[in-house]
Every structure is written in structure tokens, then in C-alpha cells.
């Protein structure tokens, strides 16, 4: 005969049901404080690993770099804020803060030469000649995470990648596909023709005169008549610094 | 780093879109500005008073590169100079210019500087031995451009600091200084 369902039954049901809530409950707080426990001795591991390390993480700048990946992958970022025991521990929020007024600094100064684009090893070169009264060496990557801070100030500091390799734009110029292409091209020599433009990436002469124009009008391009095969030749400040444009510098 | 002689060149002397003026105006003004402060620091350290447009000048090419100035890009460097007060124009055609890296004004103010440092308040001097007596030997009068020297002698007697007056023995000109 079918039980029917009575006040006992219900209150079993009910019973159950709240010993399982509580069971799950136990169960998920047991895990929480686990969690929290290893987070908790990983992190002073991780404090005690900087403590311990701060030399070289001031100092090295593949060691920092390797640290900052570490960091990242445990999801914790050093230069989230300036306070906090990561600040008052290493001092590296101030380091990159420094970097990264330097960085703005240099772009600007430069940008009347290179329109606002400026690859990112002549910007290290400067950046190194300006901070030679400390001997922190300061790598590219360390200018990379100067530069993805500054982002957050919506100034439109940016780094693209042309070709092998990596400029920093202080303006807010969009370059298309187009100008990346010629920027590549001219990575080889410091410059491009309309001719080398047509040849080697197969366009019509509309396309790259009209790309090469947008370029010179942006800044970033300098004409340059004065070769004897009387081909006006376009040259970018930014793949080819003037500062290096002589092998024997002082 | 280029050399000319004892002068040290800037880097953009040794880029080649620099010996070609620019068509955009921002670009071009950079260009502008920098060729004026080389002009004028070649010009000081080497004693240059007179630039001729259609000379060689030594800034006016560079052999490493291959590149040298055309006529309209000189032009258009001494002439930013020229309005800027530190270069006149000698000539209608504007083929020579004289190069002023001290304005007129300021060479006064060295004139009187060396008056008051050689006691020479109420002396008698003639032209040139400001600009080769042994008193400015090792100054900045020590050369310079008879023009610019008459222009700030000129000046300073307008303000009543001295008087030139035509020599009676020699054709030199005499300053009679009144400080």
C-alpha cells in the first residue's frame, strides 16, 4: 500500500535536506579555508622569495622580468598600486612610475623628428643614456611594463609590432595594413622608394604614393631628393634613428 | 660623431632627408630650427661673420652622405634667420649674409664690457685696434666683421657713449669713448 504523504514524511524530507545544506555548506567552507590557507603560505612564500631576491629583482633585469612572469601567471601584479607590501617591499612600482614619466618624456622630445613613432630599442638607448647616474640597467620589457601602465592614463601610448620589430606610438595616428607594410619594408635600408613600394609588395602607384603621402603628412616620413639616381627617397626617423645613423658614435 | 675640424656635428647632419627641405610644415619647422642653431654655433666657434649662398660652405654639403644643400633650402635657412634677427641680408640679390650670432645690441654690450675692463672710459682708439690691438687679444673683438663692428659702434654713439670721428693722419676712423 502507497504511503501517503504525511507532516512526518515532510519533516524527514525537510530534515534531509537541511542536514545536506549543511553538509555542503561544511564541505565548501572546509575547501574556502584550505584555499585561503595555501593562498595565505603561498603568498608569504612569495614575500619571503622577494624579500629574499629584491636584490636581484632591482637589480637584474632578466631576473625581473622572470619574476614579473611569475607573478603573473599566480595572478598577482606588482604595479597594480603603488601602496601595498609590494611597493614598500621592493620599491618597483616607484621604478616603473620613473620609467614611465622618462618614457613620456623621451617621446616627446623626439617627436618632432620621428612624427610620434619611435622603436622601442632606440627609445631603451635613450632611456639608458638619460639614467646612467644609476646602474640599473633597464631592459626593453621593463619599458613594455612602463608603457602598459601608462595606458591607464588614456594617453594613447601604444606598442605595435612591424614587422620583427617594435615601435611605440605617442600619437594618436592609426596605421593602417598599408603603412605597416612600407614601415617594414623600409626597416632594411632607413627608407623606401615609390618604386620599392610597387615592386615589392605588388601594389599599383596610386596605392603607394597615396600610403607613402599619409606618412609624410603624419610626420613620420622625411623626403629625401638629393641622391644622385634622382629618386626622391622616403625615410622613417623611426626604423632608422638619426641618433644611430653613423655606425661610430661618441 | 662627424667633425669639421674642432666642431662637432650634430646627428641630423649625417641624415639625408635634412639636406632636403620639407614639404610638410611641421616637419619643415624642426628642419628649419635645427639648421639655424647649427648655422649660428658653426658660425660663433669659427669665427664666421659672412656667409656667401652660392660658396662652398662647409655646412652647406656633407661628403659622407652625399648630400648637399640646394640653393632654395640655404635660402630658406638664412632667411628664418634673418627674421629671426640674428642674420641681414648684404645684398639685394640675397647672395651674401651677415651672420649675427650676438645681435648688434649685445656686441655693444661686449664693447662697453671691454672699455670698462681695460680702463679705457676716456681713451682715443682707432677702428681697427679694437679689432686687433692687443687689448682684445684673446676676447671676442679679437676679428670680428668690420660691418657689425661700425653697426654697434654706431649704436652706442647714438646713446651718447662715444663719438667716431675721421682720423686727421691715418683713413682709419677714431672712437673717442665718453662711458
New interface residues.
Partial sequence: MRRRPGIGGLQTAAAARDQYRQLGENVAKLRADMMKEQLSTFRSQLEDFARKHKKDISKNPAFRSQFHEMCAKVGVDPLASNKGFWAELLGIGDFYYEIGVQIVDICLSTRPHNGGLISLQELCTLLRQRRKSDREAVSEDDCLRAISKLKILGSGFEVITVGKKKLVRSVPTELNKDHNEILELAQAQGYATVDEVERRLSWTSGRAVDALDTLLDEGLAMIDDGHRDGRRRYWFPCVSPISSSLTTDA | ??KLGDFKLP??F???????L???R??RE??IQLWKELILDYCRTQKIFVIGLEEDFPLFSNS?I???LSHEARQAFISALVSDGRAEWLDKGHRKCLILWHRIQDWADIILHFVKNNGLEDSVMTVEEIRSGVESRGTELEGIDRTILMRALKLLEQKGKLAIFKGSSTDDEGIKFSV
Avoid: A, C, G, W
Avoid at chain 2, 649625417?14 to 632636403?20: H, K, L, R, S
Fill in positions: 660623431m662627424q646627428h641630423f649625417n641624415y639625408p632627408p635634412y639636406f632636403t620639407q614639404p610638410v611641421d616637419t624642426k628642419q659622407v652625399e648630400r648637399s
